[in-house]
C-alpha cells in the first residue's frame, strides 16, 4: 500500500496558476504510473496528466500545453504545475498510483481548484 497527501489547490482568478504536490508514503521508484485525476461535482472523475518511472507523460487534450507534470524522486513527490486556469478546470484533483505488481490503484484524499471568472 502507499498513502498519498495532496497539496496547494486553492482560489484562483482565471488566467492563474497553482502548483499541486502529491507526497507518496514510499519511494516512487516502487510506483509505475503516478497521475491526477479530477472530478467537477456531478461529474465522472477524468485523467488530467501522468507520468511514468521512465518518465513518459500523458496529458489531457483538455490540459495540453497548459498544465505540466513532474516528479522529484529524492522528495517521493509529484506535481502538477497548472498554468493558464479557466473556470473549466474547477474540481477537486486526485493524486493517484499505480505500484508495480500490484494491480488495485490508490488514491489521495483530493484537493479543491476552484478558478473564477
Known amino acids: 500500500q502507499v498513502q498519498l497527501v495532496e497539496s496547494g489547490g486553492g ?4 488566467g492563474g496558476s497553482l502548483r499541486l504536490s502529491c ?6 521508484f516502487s510506483i509505475a504510473v503516478m497521475g491526477w485525476y479530477r ?9 488530467v496528466a501522468n ?12 490540459v495540453q500545453g497548459r498544465f505540466t507534470i513532474s516528479r522529484d524522486n529524492a522528495k517521493n513527490t509529484v506535481y502538477l504545475q497548472m498554468n493558464s486556469l479557466k473556470p473549466e478546470d474547477t474540481a477537486v484533483y486526485y493524486c493517484n498510483a499505480l505500484l508495480r505488481f ?4 490508490s488514491w489521495g484524499q483530493g484537493t479543491q481548484v476552484t478558478v473564477s471568472s
Open 23 to 28: 507526497v507518496a508514503s514510499r519511494s516512487i
Open 51 to 62: 507520468i511514468t518511472t521512465s518518465g513518459r507523460t500523458n496529458y489531457a487534450d483538455s
Open 102 to 105: 500490484i494491480p488495485t490503484p
Open 11 to 14: 482560489l484562483v482568478q482565471a
Open 39 to 47: 472530478q467537477a461535482p456531478g461529474k465522472q472523475r477524468e485523467l
